[in-house]
C-alpha cells in the first residue's frame, strides 16, 4: 500500500508534533516519513488508516467528519514514547495536508488549486462545491489589526527562512515552521495568507518526492506570493481586502437569467474532482456553478453529466453549458460563483447560440484589448500561471498545424500567432487529444472559448470550439452540441470535420484529404527570446539548492555570464538586482570566533524578491506585447 491511503491533516495538527519532537528525533523525521509508502497495512469503514512500524508500535489516524485529522487526538500512537514519538509525527508528515476550507465547512467546500495548471501540470481554475450556505452581508474590511501584523511577520519569517532552505534543505522541520505560521494567520484572519503558505509547502513535498506535474517554475512563483504578500500584510500598509475572506461570502443578486458558454473539468492535486460549467448573464456578467467534492479523476470525469444543485433545475451540467437557466432569489460571490441557498428557485432556458448576445460580444472584441483586461486583472488578484481571475477570452481562428507540444493558430482579425495549449494534460482527458486532432486541418477555422496563459507567450488554454459562422472551412458539429465541443468532454471525430479541402491555407502542401503533412515552425517568442530567462534561472536555483546554491553562482565568472547580456539588452535594472541578489547571498559575517553575527534569512529574502517581483513584471510587459 502507499501513503495515497492517508487522510489529510490539518496544518496546526502536523506543527505541534514535529514541535514535540526533540532535536536528536528531528533529524531522522524525513528519513521516517520516507519510510511510512511501505507501512500502511489497513484501512476500516469508518476511515482510519494503521500505519505499523513493529508488531507493537501502530500509528492510527482517524479523521473526523470533514474527511480529515483535524485534532490531536485523532492521530494516536502506541509506543510508550507518544505523542512526543517519531512515528506519530512520521505518519502524519506522510499524509497530505487539508485544506482550510474543508476543516472549515466539513469538506464541502474545496478550493480546488488547480493544476496546474500549477505544479500539477497546466494550470488550472480554482473553483469550488457550490454553497449550501444563506448569503452573508458584504461589508468593507477593515484596516488590520495588530494581531493581523504579528501574524505576518511571523509567517515572512517562516518564508523567508524555508526559502533560504531551499528545496534540498527544506524537508518536515522547516514545513512544520510555515505551517505553523500559516495557522497563525488562519487565526488572525488571515486566509489569503495561509493559502499562500500552504501552495509553498505542496510545492516542496512535491519537488522533494520529485513529483512528476511539478514544476520548479511554479514553486518559484509561489514563494513570490508568498514573500509579497507576507511583506505587505507585515508593514502594516496593506489596504483592506488584502487578508482576503475568511469564508466565501454570497449576496443577494436577484433574478439572474444566465446562459451556458461551456464546461471543464477539476482535477486537483488535493485529491478533488469535479466539473466548472461557465455563464453568462445577460448584461455580459460572467458567471460560474461548479460542483467540486472528493474523487479525483473519476469524479472530475462523470460530474460533467451530474445534475445541477441549483434551486430544484432540472438540468444537468451538460445541459446547462448548452442551455440556460432563469434563476430567482439568486446568491452571488464577489468573484461570480452562484450559490444554492435554501431560497433559490431555478427554471431552464432555452440556450444562446455564441454568434447570438450576449455571447457573441465575447468573440467580437479584438484580442489585444480582452488581453490587456486580462492582464490587469491578473496583476490585481496575483494570478500567475492560473489565470481564473482573468476571464475567458474569444477569438475566431485559422490552425496552421502542431508546433512542439502546442497548437498554432492565426487570428482572424490580423496576423497574431497564438498557441494553443491543453487547458488539463492528463492523459484520460481529452483536451490534448482534440487540439492534436484540430491540428491535422491546416486552413480550418475555429471560434475558440479559453483562457489566457498570463505566463507565455500569446498563448490560450481553450476550453471549448465551435463553427465560425459563415465560413466553409470549419466544425460540422452535432445538432445536440449546440455550435460548441467542450474539449475536456466532448471528444471531437473525424465526421466532424470537413471533407474538403480549404481553398488556400497559411501551411505548405497539406496532404490530399487536408490534413497536415507535419508540424509548422512557430514564430519569435519575445518572452523567450529575452535574456531574463537568466534571472528566472538564478531564482530557481535559490529555490532548489537555497541561499547556499546563488552564493555558489556568485563567485568566479558566472554573475558576468548573465548580468553582461540583461545590461546589453538594456535590462539594466534586473541585472542590478540580480547583482544585490548574489551578493547578499553571498554575504555570510562571522565574529573571530567563526560564529555568524546575523544568522537572519531576512536581508536574502527581502534581495530575492525584489528579483523576483521585478521578473514577474518584465514577463507581464512582454506577454501583453506579444498579443499586439
Same mark, same amino acid.
Given at each position: ?160 527562512? $524555508? ?300 476550453? $471549448? ?103 546589453? $539588452? ?59
Amino acid at each position: 500500500m502507499s501513503t495515497e491511503l492517508l487522510p489529510p491533516v490539518a496544518p496546526e495538527v502536523l506543527a505541534e508534533a514535529v514541535e514535540q519532537l526533540t532535536a536528536r528525533l528531528r533529524k531522522k523525521l524525513d528519513a521516517a516519513i520516507a519510510d511510512c509508502a511501505g507501512r500502511v497495512t489497513a484501512a476500516d469503514e469508518g476511515g482510519a488508516v494503521e500505519i505499523r512500524f513493529g508488531e507493537d508500535t501502530v500509528v492510527t489516524l482517524r479523521p473526523g467528519p470533514s474527511g480529515a485529522v483535524s485534532t490531536t487526538e485523532q492521530a494516536v500512537c502506541t509506543c510508550l514514547l507518544a505523542p512526543r514519538c517519531l512515528h506519530r509525527a512520521a505518519a502524519l508528515g506522510a499524509a497530505p495536508i487539508a485544506d482550510a476550507d474543508v476543516l472549515s465547512a466539513g469538506g464541502t467546500d474545496e478550493e480546488a488549486a488547480a493544476p496546474p495548471p500549477a505544479s500539477t501540470g497546466a494550470a488550472e481554475p480554482a473553483p469550488s462545491a457550490v454553497s449550501e450556505d444563506e448569503p452573508v452581508p458584504v461589508t468593507e474590511e477593515p484596516a488590520l489589526t495588530p494581531a493581523q501584523v504579528r501574524a505576518a511577520s511571523a509567517l515572512w519569517d517562516a518564508a523567508a527562512e $524555508a526559502l533560504s532552505a531551499g528545496v534540498a534543505a527544506g524537508g518536515a522541520v522547516v514545513q512544520a515552521e510555515l505551517l505553523r505560521a500559516a495557522h497563525s494567520a488562519r487565526l488572525a484572519g488571515l486566509p489569503r495568507a495561509e493559502a499562500a503558505a500552504l501552495r509553498v509547502v505542496r510545492g516542496l513535498r512535491a519537488a522533494r518526492d520529485r513529483g512528476q506535474g511539478q514544476r520548479l517554475g511554479d514553486l518559484t512563483d509561489a514563494f513570490r506570493e508568498l514573500l509579497a504578500g507576507a511583506v505587505a500584510l507585515a508593514s502594516g500598509t496593506a489596504g483592506p481586502g488584502a487578508a482576503g475572506g475568511a469564508r466565501r461570502a454570497y449576496e443577494q443578486g436577484g433574478s439572474l437569467r444566465v446562459h451556458g458558454l461551456c464546461r471543464e473539468p477539476v482535477l486537483s492535486a488535493t485529491g478533488y474532482g469535479g466539473v466548472t460549467t461557465h455563464l453568462l448573464g445577460a448584461d455580459g456578467t460572467a458567471y460560474t456553478l461548479s460542483d467540486v467534492r472528493p474523487g479525483g479523476l473519476g469524479r472530475a470525469k462523470g460530474a460533467g453529466s451530474a445534475s445541477v444543485a441549483l434551486g430544484g433545475a432540472v438540468l444537468d451540467h451538460a445541459g446547462l453549458a448548452r442551455g440556460g437557466l432563469l434563476i430567482a432569489g439568486a446568491t452571488v460571490s464577489a468573484d461570480g460563483r452562484l450559490g444554492a441557498g435554501k431560497g433559490v428557485r431555478a427554471t431552464p432556458l432555452r440556450g444562446v447560440d455564441w454568434s447570438e448576445e450576449p455571447a457573441a460580444a465575447l468573440f467580437a472584441r479584438p484580442v489585444h484589448e480582452a488581453m490587456a483586461a486580462a492582464l490587469a486583472a491578473g496583476a490585481e488578484n496575483g494570478t500567475g500561471a492560473d489565470a481564473a481571475g482573468a476571464g475567458l477570452l474569444g477569438c475566431d481562428v485559422e490552425v496552421l498545424g502542431a508546433a512542439g507540444d502546442h497548437l498554432l493558430v492565426r487570428v482572424l482579425d490580423g496576423e497574431t500567432l497564438v498557441r494553443l495549449r491543453p487547458a488539463h494534460p492528463h492523459p484520460e482527458l481529452p483536451h490534448a487529444g482534440n487540439l492534436r486532432l484540430i491540428a491535422t486541418f491546416p486552413g480550418l477555422v475555429l471560434r475558440v472559448l479559453g483562457r489566457p496563459d498570463l505566463d507565455r507567450a500569446a498563448s490560450l488554454r481553450p476550453l $471549448a470550439v465551435g463553427p465560425v459562422p459563415g465560413a466553409s472551412y470549419t466544425l460540422r458539429l452535432p445538432e445536440e452540441w449546440r455550435g460548441r465541443a467542450d474539449l475536456g468532454y466532448d471528444r471531437l471525430q473525424g465526421s466532424h470535420f470537413p471533407r474538403e479541402a480549404p481553398a488556400s491555407a497559411s501551411t505548405s502542401a497539406p496532404a490530399p484529404d487536408g490534413r497536415a503533412s507535419g508540424p509548422v515552425t512557430t514564430g519569435p517568442d519575445p518572452l523567450a527570446d529575452a535574456p531574463l530567462w537568466r534571472v528566472r534561472r538564478l531564482l530557481e536555483t535559490g529555490v532548489a539548492g537555497g541561499r547556499r546554491a546563488v552564493a555558489e553562482a556568485a563567485r568566479g565568472t558566472e554573475t558576468a555570464g548573465f548580468t553582461v547580456p540583461l545590461r546589453r $539588452a538594456g535590462l539594466v535594472g534586473a541585472a542590478r538586482l540580480a547583482q544585490a541578489l548574489t551578493a547578499e547571498a553571498d554575504r555570510r559575517p562571522r565574529d573571530s570566533f567563526g560564529r555568524l553575527i546575523d544568522p537572519s534569512a531576512d536581508g536574502y529574502a527581502r534581495a530575492w524578491l525584489a528579483s523576483a517581483v521585478h521578473l514577474a513584471v518584465a514577463e507581464r510587459s512582454l506577454v501583453a506585447a506579444s498579443w499586439s
